[in-house]
Structures are given as C-alpha cells and as structure tokens.
C-alpha cells in the first residue's frame, strides 16, 4: 500500500508536533515502504540533520544517507542507525506486534546505546499502514548500571573478606575464637540433645614468648604454621581446631564416649608436636600444656567450658609444663582466692578505697590533649595498688560492677569540674561502663542529676563498652544506648576486633568510635596479621564515619604506622601512663 496523506489524521500530526517539540527523546512515523510521515524535532537534528520537520515527509533514510555521502564522500555516522530501523519496521509489520531492542550506534562520532521502541500503526479500518518508532539514549544509564554492578562486586568482596577476616585467623586459615565459640555452643546443643560428651582442650605452646623474642617474629609464625599442621593431624572431620589467640589453640572433641581417648589423642599429639622444628638454620624443640573441660560436669555453656579449660591449662604448667590437666572443680586455692577477694572488694566500696587515674588520649597528628580515659584503681590497706584486671571481671559476675561504675563517675566527674574551675582544659572524659549499668531503671535518672551536680555539658562525656558485652544482646543495646546518645554523650566500642560483633548491628549502634585493642598493636609493626586487622579496622571506621583511636600504643613504630594508615588519635605509654590526679594536673599544664 502506497502511503496517502488522506489515510492520516492531519490535525492529529499538528497536536504531534506541539507534544514532541521538545521531547529530547527520537519520534518517528514511517509507512509501509519506510518513509517518513512524521519526524519529530530532536530526530531531525540529532540524526537526520534536516533543515526543518517538514524536509523527512515523503522520505526515506537512505535518501539522507545518499545526500551525506555526495557532500562528505562518506557513509554518515548514523548509517548503522538508519539501517537499523529499517530492519526493525519490517520486523514489526510482519509478525504485527509491537518490537524492544537495544543497539548501538556511531552518532557523530559517539558510541551510543540506544532503546528503540517500534508499534504497527493501523487505520481505523484495522490495516497497518505503517509503524511509529521511538529512541532513548540510555548511555548513561548503562554506565551507572556497569559502574553498579562492578561496585556491588567490589562490595559483595569486602564483605566475603571481611566476614573471613571475622571468622578465621590469617595465619592458620584455622577457626578463630569468634567462630570456635560458635561451633562449641553447636556442639553444646547437639550433645544435650542426643545425650553426648563434648571435650574442650585449651593448648598453650610452651616458651613459644621465647621464640618471638630471640628469632622474631617472621621465625615464630613459620614454626606456628608447622604446629599447625601437626595439631590438625589425626583430627576428625567432626571436630574443630582453632587458633584462639598468638600461641593458643583450642580444640572441640564431639563425640566423647570415654575419657580415656582424649588421653590417647593428647598422647599421640604431644608425641608428634615434641619432634624437632627445622625452621632456617634453626633447630627448634616445642612441648604444649593442655586443659581439659568435659560437657556436662564442667560446664553447661561455651563460655564456662573454655573458662575450665585454661583454668586446668594453667594447672598443668604449673605442675611443670608439656603435660595435660583435667578441670578440677575442687581447686581449694583458687576458690579461697574469690572468696577472699569478693569480700574484700565489698569492703572497698563502703570504705572508699577506690582511686580513679586517668591516662592521656593524643591528637598524635597536631601533638595535642584531646581527652583522657579515666581507670579505676583499688587501694587496698595492706595489699597496695590492685590494678582492676584482677576485680574488674568479678565486680561483674557479682553484679558489684554498677556501684563501682557509679563511684568512679562521681569521682572523675568531681575532678573534671575542679580542672576546668583552675583554668585547665581537659577535653573530653572517656568512662567505662558495664552494660550491666544499662540494665538498670534509674541510670538515666542518675546520669542526668550527676551533670548537673557537677556542671558538666553531655558533649565533654564518652563512654566505653567492651564489644562482647555489647553484643550479648545486641538488640537490647541498641534500644539502651540510643537513649543515652540522644542526650548527646559519645558511644564508643572499646576492645574493637576482640569480641564478635556483627557488622549488621555495628551499623545500627549509635557508636562515634573504636578503640583498636592493644592485642593488635603490641606487635606493630611486624606483625602483617595484627597490620592487616589494624587497616581494616581503621578502613571500617572510615568508611562507617566514625573516630578510630588506638590503645596500647608503647613506640615510635607503632605511632607512625597508626599516623600512615589514618588513625590520628593515640593512647598508650609512648604518650603516658594511667596517671594518678596530680600528675594528671601537670601534664594538662604542659599541653
């Protein structure tokens, strides 16, 4: 059928051409033998650089091809273009059905992607007498698709590293204690359910320190990496082997039917651990000393069985070394030891004997006080200083800690407000806080009538929370801390990279820091694992906007590679001590 304008609504082409003056996108009405109807504005100057929309009527593409080559001597750009639709116009006329495809083209002298869409275009009589095509430059939309889906593979990466570098030590390629924690609270449920006996081994190589200090540390991760090899020996495929911690392994024996094969394995692997090490030029001999924990009768939980088991780890080296001990709930000494200490500590927290130190936090980059943590320290009469590392853990498990929390806070609070009276500034002062402290009703109350008691602003406080305790319900933590974030005191995760936090809920806490803990950098900068788990930390914090401060920090080297790799913020004894008040005061007035 030839094309007859009187087959064409002339007014509907008049209200064509006011709709699609604009239009950035191409718009085009062709008859059956291709040529053009309708062109609107955009295709007569992007492709057809026609002088106006009237010059396409009655025409076809290549009769625009035909007049570029005369005047240019070449095949225009958009040649592929125009042959395109051309295939695709007889493609829609004889299956009748409407065509989506994408394609590209050299449109002077650009690639471009392009979405052509094609429709049959009938009469009112039903007869397609034509097509009506458009076309979308989706160029750019392709880019930011590709640039999209390379950055979620980038990501997807991160996160399987990330994950990996959550779940498995770097050295070994072992399950770390995050994940051992894991499958031993499995095994747990596994053998209570099936009324089984799990084992739990806590191994210490002996003199490993030694090794370290003499060779180095290149040397002792090479011997590290065989005894490695040598403990996974013999291991069942149902039990796990870990590497808890520097030369601390631990081991989960499921299964146990008599505690008799535990003793066969231990020999056996005590037989092949004790063979000599050729590392170099050095012949190295290693014994380990091993606890044992058995469920039920040691423990009921992951938490106790591992406890148990260093607990007789440490037994056995002090029964001489390269021997094993199973838990002995009997320990005399050790039981005394927490009696003695509990009621003792009862007394320190009527008696006030308790002191607060406080230790510098440096702006290592610019040399200046940003802050200070302040440290319970517990005077005892007769004993002398206790550092808290020895009462801490059982102000906690006594529930002892939120009074003890409460008395440093008053105590720091109180000499915060008599430094900023004499004209000193102090920055912002860091508190421990026990989650158990959230726990309580009357915290907020408390908070609140302590600032006002000692004129101190919300934004001059953090507080720190130990990552494992924070993770023990993260949920409940998230709900605690916000409340105490929206008064405007700062959250920060100390012991960062210690615990096993989850990256969904780090997001989700209200934190504004972490503290790299002093386990990751004591061996700064030799150590590549500690460095790779010190740049991930720091690279975290980047990336979730968050201050990153690192503790522990004793050396120049280790002040230079936290200052190369982003982490500003020091605290440690390259800096200073833990200092008591009057010591604090003077080095306020040197800063």
Request: glycine content about 4%; proline content about 3%; some cysteine.
């Amino acid at each position: 059928m030839a094309f007859e304008l009187k087959d064409f609504n002339i007014d509907s082409f008049g209200l064509l051409k006011i709709l699609t003056k604009n239009l950035n996108d191409l718009l085009w009405v062709k008859d059956l033998q291709g040529n053009y109807i309708y062109a609107n504005q955009a295709l007569c100057d992007k492709i057809l650089l026609a002088k106006d929309i009237n010059e396409p009527i009655g025409k076809n593409d290549n009769f625009f091809t035909l007049r570029e080559q005369k005047k240019y001597k070449n095949i225009p750009d958009w040649h592929t273009f125009g042959g395109l639709c051309q295939i695709s116009d007889i493609d829609v006329i004889q299956n009748k059905k409407s065509l989506k495809i994408e394609e590209s083209a050299n449109i002077k002298g650009k690639l471009l992607i392009l979405e052509i869409h094609k429709e049959p275009f009938y009469n009112s009589d039903g007869e397609i007498i034509g097509t009506i095509g458009t076309a979308r430059d989706i160029t750019d939309l392709k880019k930011t698709q590709e640039k999209l889906q390379k950055s979620l593979k980038i990501l997807k990466e991160q996160k399987k590293e990330l994950d990996y570098k959550a779940h498995y030590d770097l050295l070994t390629s072992f399950p770390n204690r995050i994940l051992f924690m894991d499958r031993l609270e499995q095994s747990i449920n596994l053998a209570q359910r099936y009324k089984r006996k799990i084992a739990v081994l806590s191994i210490d190589l002996d003199h490993f320190k030694e090794i370290n200090e003499s060779l180095g540390h290149n040397i002792g991760d090479k011997v590290l990496l065989k005894l490695s090899k040598r403990l996974k020996k013999e291991m069942r495929i149902s039990d796990t082997l870990s590497r808890l911690d520097g030369d601390e392994f631990g081991i989960i024996l499921n299964d146990i039917d008599d505690i008799e094969n535990i003793t066969e394995l231990l020999t056996k692997k005590m037989q092949t651990l004790s063979a000599p090490i050729y590392i170099d030029t050095h012949i190295l001999y290693i014994s380990m000393s091993v606890g044992i924990s058995v469920y039920p009768n040691d423990g009921d939980n992951a938490e106790s069985l591992l406890k148990n088991a260093v607990t007789a780890m440490y037994k056995a080296k002090s029964d001489g070394r390269n021997t094993y001990s199973f838990y002995d709930e009997a320990m005399t000494e050790k039981a005394f030891e927490r009696v003695f200490l509990q009621t003792a500590l009862k007394k320190a927290l009527i008696e006030d004997e308790l002191i607060v130190y406080f230790q510098p936090q440096i702006d290592a980059k610019q040399n200046k006080l940003i802050g200070m943590e302040a440290l319970v320290r517990w005077q005892h009469p007769t004993m002398g200083i206790i550092y808290p590392d020895k009462f801490i853990p059982l102000a906690e498990t006594t529930g002892m800690i939120v009074e003890l929390d409460r008395i440093v806070m008053k105590k720091a609070l109180s000499q915060f407000k008599k430094w900023r009276n004499s004209g000193l500034n102090p920055g912002k002062l860091s508190l421990n806080l026990a989650i158990k402290q959230l726990e309580k009703a009357d915290f907020l109350d408390f908070l609140q009538k302590l600032i006002v008691t000692y004129e101190c602003h919300y934004e001059e406080i953090e507080f720190e929370l130990i990552e494992s305790q924070i993770m023990q319900n993260p949920k409940k933590s998230i709900t605690a801390l916000k409340k105490i974030s929206a008064l405007g005191i700062s959250i920060a995760v100390d012991d960062f990279g210690t615990g096993y936090s989850s990256l969904s809920y780090l997001k989700s806490l209200p934190i504004n820091k972490l503290k790299i803990d002093r386990s990751f950098v004591q061996d700064l900068p030799h150590n590549d694992e500690d460095a790779a788990i010190s740049k991930t930390i720091i690279s975290l914090c980047q990336n979730l906007n968050l201050t990153v401060i690192a503790e522990g920090v004793e050396n120049e080297g280790q002040k230079k590679f936290m200052l190369e790799n982003g982490c500003d913020f020091i605290q440690g004894y390259f800096y200073s001590q833990p200092l008591c008040v009057e010591d604090m005061t003077e080095c306020l007035r040197r800063f």
